[in-house]
């Protein structure tokens, strides 16, 4: 069955220093993979997705990520993080039923803190 | 920007009351979801939505749920009995047809039961 995995369920980063957030999933065809973050109240807004073709996706906010095929991983990183980023990331999978649309099949987050 | 948008922002009812939850999608878009978060637990996938008609649900989504597009613009959940297990946030999202499962969700509502 299709699953994905966060590790981490809380992290807490410096101000300024570098982030790496982990994503592991298991599906058996090609992955539609996005990030998502839901800051406190809010609902998700999408951070970057990866479809095909280079496997590191530039997204908002100056977020990355990076597919890796044969780790099965998709880790969202920023070099440096800001205090604004402080929120939960969600990283998903979406199912590919021969290019129809399918659902979203999220891993169960981790909530990032920022200190000063 | 346009966005996803939904109503009410909190909802509280009594376990076994009716209750009607209310998304506006994107206008152009033509897929619509609804997800769930029961709180400290992962988003859900309940039901996904297109041409009038459900193309997917999970297992969650039993007799008790059921959605509609009662017009041009609303998609609404709607919980027949709740029970105290149906509180949790519920989500809803809509996609067009060229950004393949890029989902935009709407800000959620909060369903207690009590």
């Known amino acids: 069955a299709q699953s994905v995995t966060q590790p981490d369920i809380h992290i807490t980063v410096s101000e300024g220093a570098s982030l790496e957030l982990r994503c592991n999933y298991s599906?058996?065809?090609?992955?539609?993979l996005f990030w998502y973050v839901q800051s406190p109240g809010q609902g998700l807004q999408l951070l970057l997705k990866?479809?095909?073709?280079?496997?590191l996706v530039q997204g908002i906010k100056g977020f990355e990520a990076e597919f890796k095929r044969s780790q099965s991983s998709f880790n969202l990183r920023k070099p440096s993080v800001h205090w604004s980023d402080a929120a939960e990331y969600f990283c998903?999978?979406?199912?590919?039923?021969?290019?129809?649309?399918?659902?979203?099949?999220f891993g169960k987050g981790t909530k990032l803190s920022v200190k000063p | 920007e346009p966005e996803v948008t939904q109503t009410p922002s909190h909802q509280v009812t009594q376990m076994g009351q009716e209750v009607i939850l209310r998304c506006v999608p994107i206008?152009?878009?033509?897929?619509f979801y609804w997800y769930r978060q029961i709180l400290g637990q992962k988003v859900e996938f309940l039901v996904s939505f297109y041409n009038n008609e459900i193309s997917e649900k999970s297992e969650i989504f039993d007799d008790q749920f059921s959605v509609e597009r009662p017009d041009g613009s609303n998609f609404t959940l709607k919980i027949r009995s709740t029970k105290l297990e149906d509180s949790a946030m519920y989500f809803c999202?809509?996609?067009?047809?060229?950004?393949?499962?890029?989902?935009?969700f709407g800000p959620g509502t909060r369903l207690t039961v009590l």
């Open positions: 990866y479809f095909s073709g280079d496997t």
């Open positions: 599906y058996g065809a090609t992955p539609y």
């Open positions: 999202a809509s996609s067009g047809v060229l950004e393949y499962n890029e989902q935009f």
């Open positions: 206008s152009n878009h033509l897929y």
């Open positions: 998903a999978v979406g199912l590919n039923y021969g290019g129809s649309q399918g659902n979203l099949i």
